[in-house]
């Protein structure tokens, strides 16, 4: 297993898996799915990545690490073909969230060069978005962990 670079194999694979899952298309557009920053003023709703930690995990016998990082989630709501709000943006970004959850949640995924790395989500929180008015945002972190006997 090569443990460096492991954050940039681990992130473009979420990435990767995110814009590609059924749950998380139906409710958002594989273009609207970023890393830490999306390249222009993001379309909503949008899903984008937080900045990875890196633990080595070493011993006589193993090698590899677990990343943690974060997914976030923002949603102004849903609305119909009228402009009239048919979904609050709390429950569109808890909808999201649990999309993202089942995404993610206990995904093995085998990295060229890597090996295999589990997934789990750690933690979740939803709010209001407090830096745009009626909108909310959810986040979760991921915990990747991957190993390999040495």
């Not at 990435?15 to 409710?27: E, R």
């Not at 949603?75 to 969230?97: N, P």
């Amino acid at each position: 297993m090569a443990t460096k670079g492991l954050q940039r194999h681990v992130r473009r694979d979420v990435l990767a898996f995110l814009k590609a899952d059924a749950g998380v298309l139906a409710l958002i557009a594989a273009d609207h799915i970023h890393g830490q920053v999306p390249l222009m003023e993001p379309q909503w709703p949008f899903i984008k990545t937080q900045a990875p930690q890196t633990l080595p995990l070493r011993a006589d016998c193993v090698d590899g690490a677990t990343i943690n990082f974060g997914i976030s989630a923002f949603s102004r709501g849903q609305k119909d073909g009228s402009g009239a709000l048919i979904e609050t943006a709390e429950d569109h970004a808890g909808r999201i969230g649990e999309a993202i959850e089942t995404a993610i949640d206990k995904r093995k995924s085998d990295i060229p060069g890597i090996g295999t790395v589990v997934y789990r989500i750690a933690d979740m929180t939803l709010l209001v978005d407090g830096d745009e008015p009626g909108a909310f945002h959810y986040s979760c972190t991921v915990r990747a962990r991957a190993l390999a006997e040495v």
